[in-house]
């Protein structure tokens, strides 16, 4: 099996296209920070940043945000990939992290944030962490020979919807299947030494088991440095952050294209 995490900026036809042969063998994993952010400014809702103590941004999802995350992830992003996978004659089932308790999520009640350079408790957000899957419907869908297609928000222990972090939620997925590898599709050629400057590419990058990730990489980058480490520390063997603005996206990953983390 294949996790692959399509990122906001990554165009999705020649994702799911490449997805053709891969059907009952792939997971695809989506999250949408583009849609979110223009459905946001449709509704009026502002997008708003937390800066941890530490310097880590996140999105600021009070409950109105949680409500335009969620329509954002399955009433855009979602139809867009499923038609996209249909018109390639890919059979797929969008899902979140709500159905079947696939993506189960601790949500952090109340979080230390830095505002206008003052330290001030959050206790809106309605974002968290994933702490477990259940694979069971995933299994289900690949077995029918279908492509999952997964999303944000995962199950609060509240039972209530939790935003997190797609690229890993695709981690969590992709140990949870005892996946052979996971891909994160991005809009850069990988991971860079220096994240302005294509030449800077790295081929190979092994991460620290704990602590922090190397390179500076900075957003989304750092992100998805963290959810390999987490791959990687779950057991899936082979893990790597590719370029997805190729025309066979996941077929160049296969093969080798794109940092490999380990
Ligand atoms: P996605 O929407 O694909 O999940 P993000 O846009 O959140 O991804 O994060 C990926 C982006 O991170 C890249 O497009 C790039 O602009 C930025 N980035 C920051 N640091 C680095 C780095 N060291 N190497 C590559 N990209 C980096």
């Known amino acids: 099996v294949v996790v692959v995490k399509c990122g906001g900026a990554v165009p999705a036809e020649a994702v799911c296209a490449d997805l053709a042969g891969l059907a009952g063998r792939a997971v695809l994993v989506h999250g949408g920070g ?31 945000m949680l409500d335009a995350v969620t329509l954002a992830l399955t009433g855009r992003v ?23 308790g696939l993506l189960l999520a601790r949500r952090k009640p109340a979080q230390r944030a830095v505002r206008d350079g003052r330290t001030v408790i959050v206790r809106d957000d309605h974002s968290g962490r994933v702490t477990g899957v259940r694979p069971e419907a ?15 928000p995962a199950t609060g222990e509240d039972g209530a919807p939790v ?41 190979r990058c092994a991460l620290p088991h704990e602590g922090p990730v190397p390179h500076a990489a900075t957003g989304g980058m750092h992100r998805k440095l963290v959810a390999a480490r987490e791959a990687l520390l779950a057991g899936v063997p082979r893990v790597s952050v590719c370029d997805g603005r ?17």
Not at 55 to 63: I, L
Not at 138 to 152: E, H, I, M, W, Y
């Open 163 to 203: 935003n997190v972090d797609a690229d890993r939620a695709a981690a969590a997925v992709a140990g949870a299947l005892g996946a052979d590898r996971l891909v994160l599709l991005t809009a850069a050629p990988g991971l860079l030494r220096d994240a302005r400057d294509e030449a800077t590419f790295l081929d």
């Open 138 to 152: 995933l299994r289900a869908l690949l077995g029918a020979g279908f492509v999952p297609v997964v999303s944000p």
């Open 78 to 100: 979602k139809p867009r990939l499923l038609r996209a996978l249909a018109a390639a004659g890919v059979p797929a089932v969008g899902l979140t992290g709500l159905d079947g």
């Open 34 to 64: 583009p849609d979110i952010d223009r459905l946001a400014r449709e509704l009026g809702v502002p997008a708003r940043t937390l800066v941890s103590p530490s310097g880590v941004t996140s999105r600021h999802t009070d409950p109105a």
């Open 246 to 262: 190729v025309p066979r996206p996941v077929t160049a990953a296969l093969a080798g294209a794109g940092t490999t983390l380990e």
